[in-house]
């Protein structure tokens, strides 16, 4: 199955913002400014940049992206709890990112999940602390 230019060009763009953010976070603001929709372009996965950042925990970059525009999804959230990425959770709350909290329950209390009882109750505060109970 090949891929529609549209589909490739899409790919090029997430690759371009995450590579940016990654190894030259200088300049992202430049490639931001050149064309806002960047901040919305997906991979194969269906994550925008920043959704990949909070799954691999990269702070600075979350901040980054959030400081130019960026939306934080609730996938994303549940996502970075799922990956066990607590300091990411926490920021991306704190960023003013909206959980979906019957989603993240389920993944909170997932048993295949390697949250700790410690790192459970981390994000039930980090939750709280927002106005949210899970």
Request: proline share 3%; with cysteine.
């Amino acid at each position: 199955m090949h891929m529609m230019n549209d589909e490739i060009e899409h790919n090029y763009q997430f690759e371009r913002l995450l590579t940016a953010v990654l190894d030259e976070p200088e300049k992202v603001p430049a490639i931001v400014s050149e064309d806002r929709s960047i901040l919305e372009e997906r991979n194969c996965c269906d994550e925008t940049a920043l959704h990949w950042l909070a799954i691999e925990n990269q702070l600075e970059g979350i901040a980054l992206l959030r400081g130019l525009g960026a939306k934080i999804s609730p996938w994303a959230i549940a996502h970075a709890i799922e990956a066990g990425s607590l300091d990411a959770v926490a920021l991306m709350l704190e960023l003013g990112g909206e959980p979906e909290l019957e989603v993240c329950k389920k993944y909170l209390e997932n048993r295949f999940w390697k949250l700790t009882k410690n790192q459970k109750r981390l994000v039930r505060s980090y939750f709280k602390q927002y106005g949210y109970e899970i």
